[in-house]
């Protein structure tokens, strides 16, 4: 013990070790801030821009995530009943509410990802992505639809990856803002774009794209068939759709009343009408005259459960609570900024113990073909 006191004095009565030391502690303290507010990895923008309100004024953003919570409310597993038909406008709500939130703790890419062992979450995630782009075929000198494209983080692993084109469709502005800056600077925008608009009417001419996907993004659709039937309206004569789709499995029993509790909360903090089954998916491609080529539950496919990176950050997030609620009371966030997370927060409890329990399935993978004639 006392020769480890002298070295202790020895080293505090050296200048240059001193200087080492406070700086080590500098560099670490700026490094666990840095990561705090914008590391490349975990929290991956600054914490600050969870302040901004998207689409929303500051003065509506209280009333947008009260009116979200009121319309989303599940009727104990038969999901909002007639109220869907007013689903767009509560999902563009939606995203303008969380867009943000999204980002900072999962990253441009909002959708989840089966990992093989010793694979990153990055790169579960661009995998996850082309598997679909191959799925409709995507390569140089075609150009496919991204039906609910969000802030563009797919697109753009998917023209780099592929070469192929790729024209994003999001019901939500802010989205469109955040898409259109991150494709020029990252320079995609040469082979992706972004439109404003409702994926159930969108501003494109029959048989015009070579195929289109659908990462993650059909569970908000008030009637699925709807979206199917427009998304075959716009894809040419045998081209392909791929969607990865929210379902719930086989093993969800709708007479246990924490089944039907637990998908509950995934649909109402995640913008759905209801959650739905294969047999729904198949009945709407039926219907919009589109043949299934294959079909396969990615989440039973990988060494590590989806679920996993959501348990991850979902720990990460109880300190965004803490810090949010901070940002509110001190004005820096609008009124509602906290009840988003809270709502956001049971989300992400739903999905890792549906995830878990197997009775849910965030990336049931379907490819359709469009007939010829």
Not at 109 to 137: T, Y
Not at 218 to 243: N, Q, W
Request: hydrophobic residues 40%; negative net charge.
């Amino acid at each position: 013990m006392d020769k480890l006191q002298s070295v202790g004095s020895k080293i505090l009565e050296s200048k240059s070790a001193t200087y080492t030391l406070c700086g080590a502690a500098a560099i670490g303290g700026t490094y666990a801030v840095y990561k705090m507010i914008g590391g490349d990895t975990g929290f991956r923008t600054s914490f600050l821009k969870l302040g901004n309100t998207g689409s929303l004024s500051r003065s509506d953003f209280k009333n947008g995530i009260d009116s979200y919570n009121e319309f989303f409310e599940q009727d104990h597993g038969k999901g909002v009943g007639e109220r869907k038909f007013n689903t767009p406008k509560f999902v563009d709500t939606f995203y303008s509410l969380i867009t943000d939130f999204y980002e900072y703790g999962w990253g441009q890419s909002f959708h989840f990802a089966p990992r093989d062992k010793g694979e990153g979450f990055d790169a579960s995630i661009i995998r996850h992505e082309v598997k679909i782009a191959k799925q409709i075929g995507l390569e140089p000198g075609k150009s496919v639809l991204d039906a609910g494209c969000g802030v563009g983080g797919p697109m753009r692993n998917i023209v780099f990856a592929t070469g192929g084109k790729v024209t994003g469709i999001t019901i939500n502005a802010y989205q469109v803002e955040r898409c259109t800056a991150e494709n020029i600077k990252t320079g995609a925008s040469k082979l992706a774009n972004v439109v404003q608009g409702s994926f159930l009417e969108m501003p494109f001419p029959d048989n015009h794209f070579d195929g289109c996907y659908c990462i993650e993004a059909a569970c908000h659709a008030p009637v699925l068939e709807d979206l199917y039937k427009e998304i075959a309206r716009v894809m040419k004569p045998g081209s392909h759709f791929a969607t990865y789709e929210w379902l719930r499995t086989d093993k969800y029993d709708s007479n246990n009343d924490e089944h039907v509790k637990l998908v509950d909360m995934v649909a109402e903090g995640n913008a759905l009408p209801a959650v739905r089954t294969y047999e729904d998916c198949l009945a709407a491609a039926k219907a919009a005259g589109l043949e299934l080529v294959y079909s396969r539950d990615e989440a039973l496919h990988g060494d590590i459960g989806w679920q996993v990176a959501m348990k991850t950050a979902r720990r990460a997030a109880f300190l965004t609570d803490f810090l949010t609620k901070i940002m509110e009371s001190i004005g820096w966030a609008p009124k509602g900024t906290w009840a988003t997370h809270q709502m956001l927060l049971r989300a992400a409890y739903a999905l890792e113990v549906t995830g878990d329990m197997g009775i849910f399935t965030p990336m049931y993978l379907l490819t359709f073909r469009k007939p010829t004639a």
